[in-house]
Nanobody, 125 residues
């Protein structure tokens, strides 16, 4: 059974950076496409970024393009989200999730079967 654990969240000032990690246990993470999602208080969950099993294909929400970078190290069973130039609007709980489709990468949350518990990111001065 795949288990995902996020880490790296915290409080950061506007313009600052954080790197989130999503560590997998139980199975080989390389079998899964991985997505990062976030949910702010009073708002619906939204997709942030996703990455294919081999790391070749990535996708980003328009709101984070040019600021966030998703990557993965399958040897370490870990996916990362580097977040730069953070804004107060980035404040949310960030979740990673895994999709074990045998097909192409999909970024919509409804396709993801396994979810972590989330890590809080707060951007505030």
């Amino acid at each position: 059974q795949l288990q995902l654990v996020e880490s790296g969240g915290g409080l950061v000032q506007p313009g600052g950076s954080l790197r989130l990690s999503c560590a997998a246990s139980g199975v080989t993470l390389g079998y899964y496409h991985i997505g990062w999602f976030r949910q702010a208080p009073g708002k619906e969950r939204e997709g942030v970024s996703c990455i294919s099993k081999n790391g070749v294909i990535t996708n980003y929400a328009d709101s984070v393009k040019g600021r966030f970078t998703i990557s993965r190290d399958n040897a370490k069973n870990t996916v990362y989200l580097q977040m730069n130039s953070l804004k107060p609007d980035d404040t949310a709980i960030y979740y990673c999730a895994a999709d074990r489709t045998y097909g192409s990468m999909r970024c919509a949350s409804r396709y993801y079967d396994y979810w972590g518990q989330g890590t809080q990111v707060t951007v505030s001065s």
